[in-house]
């Protein structure tokens, strides 16, 4: 099974920083993967998918990049709705695994 | 606009059973594979189970291998998993999820589309 790690756990920045994620996969996973954007009692909100593309109505300050093992995530310039956790997502192949996360907060 | 519902989420004894439901509106449901996707409280998200859009073929996590059963009825846009043998470590809220890619054939992309979650809780 691919395990995917996320880090650092917890991102701390303020309103217009810019924040960088990252995700790495134990194997190769091409560019099957997603992010995915949580706010506290709310689903997960899909951001990016195929490592790059902004899902719809995504802002332009969320990008992805990378492929194979290493990935990131960049918020351009934090907005207040912006804190929350971030989840990466590889679907190479089955199973579907999430990284564990990391905590975007002020 | 794409809707899903999860029900039947409730308190169970350990060992007991327990049905979910999921239902669909807002995109045509037979065209697209589903997922369950669970997070236990305070935790990270875990990836259950899929069923391709035809419900002809199923994926699930090793830790609900032979325990769990993901169906569908697309005559009614309905998901739904039977969960048996529930264990504590089962309790979590648990996510219907649409696939982001519509194919006949495969399946296993991002997730586009989440319900709000429906409550396990397996407990005695």
């Known amino acids: 099974e691919i395990v995917m790690t996320q880090s650092p756990a917890t991102l701390s920045v303020s309103p217009g920083e810019r924040a960088t994620l990252s995700c790495r996969a134990s194997q190769s996973v091409s560019s099957n993967l997603a992010w995915y954007q949580q706010k506290p009692g709310q689903a997960p909100r899909l951001l990016i998918y195929d490592a790059s593309t902004r899902a719809t109505d995504i802002p332009a300050r969320f990008s992805g990049s990378g492929s194979g093992t290493e990935f990131t995530l960049t918020i351009s310039s934090l907005q207040s709705e912006d804190f929350a956790v971030y989840y990466c997502q590889k679907y190479y192949n089955w199973p579907l695994t999430f990284g564990g996360g990391t905590k975007v907060e002020i | 606009e794409v809707q899903l519902l999860e029900s039947g989420g409730d308190l169970v004894q350990p060992g007991g059973s327990l049905r979910l439901s999921c239902a669909a509106s807002g995109f045509t449901f037979s065209n697209y594979a589903m997922n369950w996707v669970r997070q236990a409280p305070g935790k990270g998200l875990e990836w259950v189970s899929a069923?391709?859009?035809?419900?002809?073929?199923?994926q699930y996590a090793d830790s609900v291998k032979g325990r769990f059963t993901i169906s569908r009825d697309n005559s009614k846009n309905t998901l739904y998993l039977e969960m048996n043998s529930l264990r504590p470590e089962d309790t979590a809220v648990y996510y219907c999820?649409?696939?982001?890619?519509?194919?006949?054939?495969?399946?296993?992309?991002?997730?586009?589309?989440w319900g709000q979650g429906t409550l396990v809780t397996v407990s005695s």
């Open positions: 069923i391709i859009g035809s419900g002809g073929s199923t």
């Open positions: 999820a649409k696939d982001h890619k519509a194919s006949g054939y495969t399946y296993g992309y991002s997730l586009d589309y």
